[in-house]
């Protein structure tokens, strides 16, 4: 992980810690790395949020400046950004986005041209110029100024890509759609109305400062409500890039990242298309989606938390499913990052082919009770090692037996221990965190 570069981009509140400054020299330096021996391409798209506009035109002057072209899809998802790179030879791409946080931050996401996150190595390069340990680039003159394209044909290529995925009518189906006031308000509704499905739609005006205000993925609670109340099949709500999806069935019940893995996994492995009969998890996964993966023979991976971590394994072994609890779930085949948008078609597919409801689909997963603490400590590492910690995590997960599990890591941008157990009970959950965050206590590591 960089100064700057996160495992999901350059982040922070506008203005303040992301600066459009540092915008402008991230398109600089971004123009000149593609455009050394050719003229480079760069797409763009951006999120709802007030600032977005702001860092697109400073995205756009950097990267003209240095002599690339720029070619705007305006607002737009994540993945649509992802689609089009990988599929229209440009060099790479750029998402001004924060995802689910509040509308006063934002970030950079930088795309390479296959459709994936940049490589650290250029992520470090691009630091070290808005640092001033590169030298200052030269600027583009006379022809070779770079242009500014509107590009929104890219978008429209995007939405026709996620109508033919479907294989099937949505006809009579009554789908709700948060749309978290982001970038989704644009295309879902759009794909769906085009599949035929009768389109409930929430959280679709957006102002520039509601993106994920009480709405989308980070508080379903909201289309749980409406689900209930205008008595409809299914309901998808995405996040402010529409990168992810949580789903709520037709009780109005929450359908996770886990559980959209579990059904899925479950339909491609029956179908045949689930590779090495294998979905690929992060170490957060519930291990209620463990047991039942066992009973019906599908097998998993785990990894370090993070879609960047998921899509690497899926790279390296081949699989074509993965995620995580949040829905960030990445369908290989048609992807190479998590879009929301697609695992709710996804999801609609097994619905439609085995004729049952989400309800049903996703009732084969008993889901455990699950504690997750944050403890601020005085150093990570210490903390992680200290014996007497070592002690009473092994203690907890011996008695924790097969019947639940602890999980103690290091956060990976804050001084923070994240110390999870899952159990039968919430309160057998409370007993074992509370009693290893005890023993930090007690050994003078936390802050």
Known sequence: MGKYFGTDGFRGEANVVLTVEHAFKVGRYLGWYFGQDHK???VIGKDT???SYMFE???ASGLTASGADAYLLHVTTTP???YVVRTEDFDCGIMISASHNPFYDNGIKVINSAGHKMEAE???KIEAYIDGEIGELPLATKENIGRTIDYSAGRNRYIASLIAVATRSFKDMRIGL???NGSSFAIAKSVFDALGAKTYVINNEPDGLNINTNCGSTHIHVL??????????????FDGDADRCIAVDENGNVIDGDLILYVCGKYLMEQGHLEGNTIVTTVMSNLG????CDKIGMKYEQTAVGDKYVYENMMKNGFVLGGEQSGHIIFSKHARTGDGILTSLMIMEVILEKKQPLSKLAGEVKIYPQLLKNVRVTDKKTARENPAVIEAVQKAADELGSDGRILVRESGTEPVIRVMVEATTDEICAKYVDGVIRVMEEQGLMA
Request: charged share 35%; glycine share 2%.
């Open 49 to 51: 949020r007030r600032s």
């Open 80 to 82: 649509s950004v992802s």
């Open 57 to 59: 035109y400073a995205l």
């Open 289 to 292: 989606l463990y047991k039942a």
């Open 178 to 180: 948060d749309c978290a």
């Open 224 to 237: 749980q409500e409406f689900v209930k109340e205008k008595k409809l099949d299914v309901g998808f709500a």
């Open 122 to 124: 250029v992520e470090e």
């Open 40 to 42: 480079a391409k760069v």
